[in-house]
């Protein structure tokens, strides 16, 4: 009997009960059961749950930890005593100061900047020991976070790793569509589980960058009573503390009358000499003074600098250039030296100058630059020369020239340049004189001299009142002395009382007793005055009344000053003349500097500082 024989069949796998659900391209054909038994099938399950809970944790152990790392890094390079801002700047005062010191032949000055430098050391010290007791508490931090994201990675995936164990692979699933909002519920579950580790995530570096260990520099401020930094320094002095420095041409009273022993007789050759210093460029602006430093500029057609000298040695201590347009050239001047001919000023927080192509500069009292503006090329045959006037930390420019547009007197905020008030001189022609910043008790008056005299509010620009004041080529500015304004009205040279948008004339001169390019001076109950044409004139304080006059026979530009009773009166050919004052004219002396001279000269304690086109020289007994 035959007997067929049957082919073997493939083995065909048993299918057990499907316990998920999948979407279906991402099931095999083939897939081995879950046991059937229960209790089985629950260990499984149960080890599976467990293994990727335990990924779970360390994945979050290892993200927060990654994060703190890198907030950790960040303050490393902040507080590494090496790369420190605050400490290179405290290392760097301490090298000025002795470089100041060496320069130095004031022996009181000498010992308040060794006492100083003494401070400046121990504070270096104190900021050096909190800055590497943080940084290397950060350092212990990272290696401890290292350590712990190494082994939270490891536990991570040995977790995933040991999943692979008691996951089973699943049979092909039949789709059961009644689950479909199950799995929409599942989804929107997921994505809410994400949302919030991330939140929990941030809000933890967050948390922990604030509960860290107080930050570089925190602990020496606590020691040493440092305060945060505020921004650009900014002290608002007052008139009183004003007076004790020449901030600005004239002095801060706008009268320079100092009661100081001073040598009649000098010269540049060693008579009474006690320094004279090179200026690099040409200038005939007049140094001022805060505190031991004199500021003054100078320029040629190419360069504009702002130089520092120490008042008491004559050393120069450091300048600054100005960075301007290389396209921009400067004016035609029929002299160089007018090219920087304003007189710069100072609120004792920043020096403040401005050259004839209209570059206007503010550096701090190191030199650093802190804002520059060009107000462009005034067209002004003999190149911008009015001097800058300080007030309430602001700078104020007249700016007259004879362009059709551009005139304008401005006032800007001294700490960041930004202009506050403007005022629109189109109607006048090319000025050199200086406005005068004047408190009447009611409301603070700016007045400014030109074919005008008119007085401003400081703070808004409203006209206040206004006189007709001097044609031509003039250069004398309003001073002030006691609540009298004296200066040109009306042709001529005068006295004024004014309060808030009123003014009145206490008297005028009917003498030829004009000041055109030096400014007055007030000494006791006279006025003296001092043209261009080296005429010398007193009159009467009170009435005005001309008691005498005497023609020095030579040209004139620097203002004169006063100290004790006699009178500095210096020529543009280096003649310097000492007038006592009183009703008769006594020339003391006549110095010859046989250098020329256009600034005003200045008084700082017991020198009598001029500046010549190139040179500076300080004479005292």
């Known amino acids: 009997m035959s007997s067929k024989t049957e082919e073997p ?17 991402a099931v095999e054909t083939v897939r081995p059961v879950l046991p059937e038994q229960e209790e089985e099938k629950e260990k499984w399950q149960m080890s599976f749950k467990a293994g ?19 907030v950790n890094h960040s303050r490393l ?46 504070q270096i010290r104190e900021l050096d020991l909190s800055l ?42 039949s789709p059961d569509f009644e689950k479909g909002d199950e799995q929409l519920r ?81 010269d540049t050759k060693g008579k009474n000499l006690k320094w004279k210093a090179p200026i690099p460029m040409g200038g005939a602006s007049a140094p001022i003074y805060w505190g031991n430093q004199l500021y003054l500029t100078a320029a040629n057609k190419t360069k504009r600098a702002v130089y520092c000298f120490d008042a008491n040695s004559g050393k120069q201590k450091w300048s600054t250039g100005v960075r301007s347009d290389k ?96 005022i629109d001189r189109t109607e006048f022609g090319s000025i050199w004189r200086t406005p005068l910043v004047y408190d009447d008790g009611e409301v603070i008056q700016m007045i400014s001299s030109a074919e005008k005299l008119m007085s401003h509010n400081f703070h808004t620009g409203e006209l206040l009142w206004e006189l007709h004041g001097i044609e031509g080529e003039i250069g004398s500015s309003p001073v002030h002395v006691d609540g009298i304004i004296y200066t040109l009205v009306n042709d001529m040279f005068g006295a004024l009382k004014t309060k808030g948008n009123k003014v009145e ?31 010398f004139t007193c009159l009467n304080l009170q009435t005005g009344e001309f008691i005498y006059e005497h023609e020095f026979n030579t040209e004139c530009y620097a ?34 500097l046989h250098v020329p001279v256009h600034a005003t000269p200045v008084i700082y304690r017991n020198s009598l500082i001029i500046r010549s086109e190139k040179e500076l020289f300080a004479f005292s007994l």
């Not at 002290?235 to 600005?248: G, I, N, Q, R, V």
């Not at 206490?506 to 080296?534: M, Q």
Request: proline share 5%; aromatic share 12%.
């Open 9 to 25: 069949k493939d083995h065909e796998p048993e299918y057990g009960p499907v316990i998920t659900h999948f979407p279906l391209q």
């Open 52 to 70: 990727q809970r335990t990924a779970f944790v360390f994945l979050i152990i290892s993200l927060m930890c990654f994060f703190i790392l890198l």
């Open 77 to 122: 390079k902040v507080s590494n005593p090496v790369h420190n801002l605050q400490l290179k700047q405290l290392k760097e005062d301490v090298g000025n100061n002795i470089v100041l010191i060496e320069n130095s032949e004031d022996n009181d000055y000498i010992e308040k900047m060794k006492a100083h430098n003494v401070l400046i050391i121990q």
């Open 132 to 173: 590497r007791e943080y940084y290397f508490d950060l350092k212990a931090k990272e290696r401890t976070g290292a350590w712990v994201l190494f082994f939270s990675l490891v536990g991570f995936f040995w977790s995933i790793r040991s999943t692979t164990v008691f996951k089973p692979e699943t049979p092909t699933p």
């Open 186 to 266: 599942e989804k929107r579950l997921g994505r809410n589980a994400l949302v919030v580790l991330s939140v929990v995530l941030v809000g933890s570096t967050v948390l922990i960058y604030f509960i860290e260990k107080e930050g570089p520099g925190t602990i020496y401020n606590k020691v040493v009573g440092a305060k945060k930094s505020q921004g650009p320094v900014n002290t608002l002095y007052t008139m009183e503390e004003f007076s004790k420095h020449w901030p600005w041409l004239g002095s801060a009273s706008s009268n320079p009358v100092y009661d100081v022993k001073l040598p009649t007789e000098f």
């Open 327 to 422: 396209e921009k050239g400067v004016p035609e001047v029929f002299e160089d030296y007018v090219l920087a001919g304003s007189t710069p000023a100072t609120d004792g927080n920043r020096v403040y100058s401005i050259f004839a192509n209209g570059d206007l500069i503010a550096v701090d009292m190191k030199g650093k630059i802190v804002w520059q503006k060009d107000l462009g090329i005034p067209e002004n045959d003999f190149g911008h020369a009015s001097s800058l006037s300080i007030y309430d930390n602001s700078v104020i420019v007249q700016w007259d020239h004879s362009a059709d547009e551009g005139s304008a007197i401005y006032v800007f905020d001294g700490v960041t340049g930004e202009e506050k008030v403007k």
């Open 505 to 535: 004339t206490v008297w005028e001169t009917e003498d030829l007793a004009i000041p055109d390019i030096p400014n007055p001076i007030i000494k006791g109950d006279r006025v003296y005055t001092l043209d261009s044409g080296g005429v």
């Open 559 to 592: 203002s004169p000053v006063i100290f004790g009773d006699m009178v500095v009166c210096c020529s543009v050919e280096g003649d310097c003349f000492i007038v006592k004052t009183g009703d008769t004219f006594e020339l003391v002396a006549e110095n010859k």
